[in-house]
């Protein structure tokens, strides 16, 4: 099994601020980590490569140099290959682009690595949290799909995929090659081995350039190949006050809110 996961190096959310003038995030001093969502399919395609040891494991991301970082950990994590995916000429691409330039380079490394039967993504970075870019690479190669999946086995000739839903969960068999992308399971990603750790750290990954990808179409890439124009970002300001409706049952709390929002006029 030739398995292919796409990975993203994303600010810790849990440190991200507004610059109040240019409406942009403010990236210097937040440190960057490996999408979380990512994680979990990264683990999910180590699971099947525990089960089918002679499967392989590729990652690619696009991204800037320091990209490498979220490579090197996904080494250290399961991975066998890493591809960077950098070009001057991708800066400002939406998820209509990059989605498009991702399907690109994954064709460009399918003639090193030999054709990827499942493509691993997030269901969604936590930076954008659009979950558009795995469904896209899907629609541009022409692959089937499962979103929010939760679990994948092998099942003869096809891919067994646990798939979270609104009722609960329901499992779906694919055909290969097919686009799976990963919500948060009930298990937690591996920890990496100090052997992969000093393996990954000694690894040459390769980086795909703009130059490398010569059947792109320039137009539908960075900017001018993205049709999306965010007009305004900003945080939320934390509202205080408030009351906690919390009566012994659910109907009682039901009467007592509607009975306040009647005496404030608002209903």
Not at 120 to 127: E, N, P, R, S
Not at 232 to 258: C, N
Request: net charge negative.
């Amino acid at each position: 099994m030739n398995m292919l996961v796409c990975v993203k190096q994303v600010p810790d959310t849990t440190e991200i601020k507004i610059d109040p003038v240019k409406n942009t995030l403010i990236r210097d001093g937040v440190p960057s980590i490996l999408n979380p969502f990512d994680g979990y399919a990264l683990e999910a395609a180590a699971r099947i490569k525990d089960k089918n040891p002679d499967s392989k494991i590729v990652v690619l991301s696009m991204g800037p140099m320091q990209a490498q970082a979220v490579l090197k950990e996904s080494l250290a994590i399961a991975a066998d290959k890493a591809y960077l995916v950098s070009g001057r000429t991708f800066g400002g691409s939406d998820t209509l682009a990059t989605s498009y330039i991702i399907s690109q380079a994954i064709k460009e490394v399918e003639k090193t690595e030999g054709k990827f039967d499942i493509i691993f993504c997030g269901k969604q970075a936590i930076d954008g949290d659009t979950a558009q870019v795995g469904p896209e690479i899907a629609e541009h190669l022409g692959y089937p799909q499962v979103t929010y999946s939760l679990e994948a086995e092998l099942d003869g000739d096809l891919v067994k995929v646990k798939k979270e839903t609104e009722e609960g969960a329901e499992i779906i068999g694919i055909q290969t090659p097919c686009v799976l992308t990963f919500t948060k399971p009930s298990w937690d990603p591996r920890y990496p081995t100090m052997k992969r750790k000093l393996a990954a750290n000694r690894a040459d990954i390769p980086v795909i350039s703009d130059t490398d990808l010569f059947d792109i179409d320039t137009t539908r890439i960075g900017l001018k190949g993205s049709p999306t124009k965010v007009k305004k970002t900003f945080v939320p300001q934390k509202k205080t006050g408030g009351m906690m409706v919390a009566e012994e049952t659910t109907e009682d709390s039901a009467r007592k809110l509607f009975q306040l929002l009647n005496d404030a006029n608002i209903i």
